[in-house]
Structure formats: structure tokens, C-alpha cells
Nanobody, 116 residues
Framework: QVQLVESGGGLVHTGGSLRLSCATS????????MSWHRQAPGKERELVAN??????NYADSVKGRFTISRDNAKNTVYLQMNSLKPEDTAVYFC???????????WGQGTQVTVSS
């Protein structure tokens, strides 16, 4: 059973920065495919960033502003968010998928609010 705990959300002004963290447990971290998603009110959950074949992949809306990274020693994945905009306001979730499976595990989410 993979357990995920996000942290780092909050309220910032337009142009500000936040760093989200997602700590994992219950499974070998190096065998997890990690990703970040978000869901704004009234909208569907969308992929923000993930790793594909070891390379970072981003939604067009966040390219150049967000950076996904992982620390295998700390079993943690991060999302550095810079130049935040009001449209980035959402609940942010991290997700983990064990390699070789199709099951996604989700954290509880962390709220990010960007004021104009």
C-alpha cells in the first residue's frame, strides 16, 4: 500500500512562489512513477507534471514556471511553482503508480490559492 502526504500549499499573491512536497511510504520509491495533478473548482483533475523516461514533462500552462523533482533518498517528490497566477488556484495532488501496474495512488491534496 502506497501512502502519500502532500504539504506546502498556501495563499500567495500573483507572481509568488510555493514548493509542494509529497512524501511517500509503503513502497520502494525508486519503483514509483510520480506525478503532480491539480483540480480547480468546477473543473476536472488535470496533469501538471510528471516524468517520462526519466525526463520531466509539463502541462503547457505551467511550462517555464513549474519544476518537478524527486529525491530518492528522502522518498519525496517536489513541485516548485514560480510566477504563480490566479488560474493556478486549485487543490494539488501527487500520484504514485508502481511500475508494472496500472493502479494510481493519491494523496489527500493541498490547497494552493493565488490572489490577484
Amino acid at each position: 500500500q502506497v501512502q502519500l502526504v502532500e504539504s506546502g500549499g498556501g495563499l500567495v499573491h500573483t507572481g509568488g512562489s510555493l514548493r509542494l512536497s509529497c512524501a511517500t511510504s509503503g513502497f520502494s520509491f525508486i519503483l514509483l512513477r510520480m506525478s503532480w495533478h491539480r483540480q480547480a473548482p468546477g473543473k476536472e483533475r488535470e496533469l501538471v507534471a510528471n516524468f517520462i523516461s526519466g525526463s520531466e514533462n509539463y502541462a503547457d500552462s505551467v511550462k517555464g514556471r513549474f519544476t518537478i523533482s524527486r529525491d530518492n533518498a528522502k522518498n519525496t517528490v517536489y513541485l516548485q511553482m514560480n510566477s504563480l497566477k490566479p488560474e493556478d488556484t486549485a487543490v494539488y495532488f501527487c500520484s504514485a503508480r508502481p511500475m508494472g501496474t496500472s493502479r494510481n495512488y493519491w494523496g489527500q491534496g493541498t490547497q494552493v490559492t493565488v490572489s490577484s
